[in-house]
C-alpha cells in the first residue's frame, strides 16, 4: 500500500529535472548520497537542481553533516555510538 499526500509532486522524477541534475552534479549525486539521479523524486530532484555546480553541492552536504554531528554531540551522541545502546539510570535513553 502507498500512501501519498495529494499535494506532494509526482514521485517519479521528470526526465528534464533527471537530465538537469546529472548534467550539473554529475557524479556527486551518487557519491554523496548513495542514489542515482535517476533514483530520486521530484522534489529531491529539484531542490538538488538548484545547486550552481557539484562544488557548492558538496559544501552544504558537508555543512549539514558538520551541524548534524554537532546536534547529536551535544545531546551526548558521538560518531560511532548507538543511541539504542545508550543506557541512563538502568534504562534505554527515548528520543
Known amino acids: 500500500m502507498l500512501l501519498a499526500h495529494a499535494g506532494r509532486s509526482p ?3 521528470p526526465s ?3 537530465r ?3 548534467r550539473r552534479h554529475g557524479n556527486a549525486v551518487k557519491d554523496l548520497f548513495g542514489v542515482a539521479p535517476s533514483g530520486l523524486t521530484a522534489d ?3 531542490y538538488l537542481r ?3 555546480n557539484p562544488d557548492e553541492l558538496r559544501a552544504r ?3 549539514a553533516r558538520d551541524a548534524r554531528s554537532e546536534r547529536l554531540g551535544a545531546k551526548g551522541f558521538h560518531e560511532g555510538s548507538s543511541p539504542i545502546a545508550r543506557v541512563e539510570h538502568g534504562g534505554p535513553v527515548r528520543l
Do not use: P, S, W
Open 20 to 22: 538537469d541534475v546529472e
Open 50 to 52: 538548484n545547486f550552481r
Open 11 to 13: 514521485i517519479f522524477t
Open 44 to 46: 529531491e530532484a529539484a
Open 61 to 63: 552536504f558537508a555543512k
Open 16 to 18: 528534464k529535472t533527471h
